[in-house]
């Protein structure tokens, strides 16, 4: 699905501050994987998943999904296919909105109609299955929400208009550990059922070693390890 070929990225070339953010990547992301990347500080995680995006472009090689080139593809465009949750909780909700015009909101982006009657029994049923009680609190402002029932409903809104592939940065970093468990759960239950794309970082080895059927390492802008693991065979529902 994703891929990379000898993918460089160089941040202020020729300047004296140039550095060299990813260096020679080449990897490829099949369909339905969950790929968990991992290592310090600039080491290029970040810088990886902007060049997805398309919010950073490669100084040299090719980025592309399903065999097309998508080096120069406007952001917009690849926010059709590709949905993100970040480390804070309050970036990929709106806490001004009641959950269930958030749902509506994230509906929308997949072009579904805008009602939430085309959403609210597959939205209820994620929410229920994470134990907060979400459901039961639909007209509450997501802004009243604790970090972990914000994330938890990011991850919901991140899904509801059915992305090919889901970007995951640090997204449980701010979380307390019960809440993280919460999520990465749901995160787990979203890539086998739904059978999504998962690309997540992460600086957290524990979730590094638990979650995922491969597990990458970066380095100074290089890919030092990469491995799959032994997983369940993946179900996915008919949704």
């Known amino acids: 699905m994703v891929e990379f070929k000898d993918l460089t990225v160089t941040y202020n070339p020729g300047m004296e501050n140039e550095r060299v953010a990813l260096k020679n990547v080449s990897l490829t992301v099949l369909e339905g994987q969950f790929v968990t990347i991992v290592g310090p500080n600039g080491a290029g995680k970040s810088t990886l998943l902007k060049v997805i995006l398309g919010e950073v472009q490669p100084t040299s ?19 059709e296919f590709i949905g993100r949750v970040y480390q804070d909780p ?6 001004a909105l009641t959950i269930a015009e958030n749902l509506i909101i994230a509906s929308k982006k997949g072009n579904r109609p805008f009602k939430f009657s085309s959403v609210k029994e597959e939205a209820i049923s994620l929410l229920r299955d994470l134990g907060l009680g979400l459901e039961d609190r639909l007209k509450t402002k997501a802004g009243e929400l604790s970090g972990g029932q914000k994330q938890s409903l990011a991850m919901v809104m991140a899904i509801l208009s059915k992305p090919r592939l889901l970007l995951l940065d640090e997204h449980t970093a701010s979380l307390d550990p019960d809440s993280a468990s919460r999520v990465m759960e749901l995160t787990e239950r979203i890539n086998r059922e739904y059978d999504i794309t998962i690309i997540m970082i992460t600086h957290n080895m524990d979730i590094a070693n638990s979650y995922g059927e491969r597990l990458m390492r970066l380095m100074e802008g290089e890919v030092v390890n990469d491995g799959m693991r032994n997983i369940v065979p993946r179900v996915t529902s008919a949704v």
């Open 61 to 79: 090689g090719l980025y592309m999904i399903d065999g097309k080139t998508m080096n120069y593809m406007k952001p917009h465009k690849l926010a």
């Open 90 to 95: 309050n970036t990929g909700i709106f806490p």
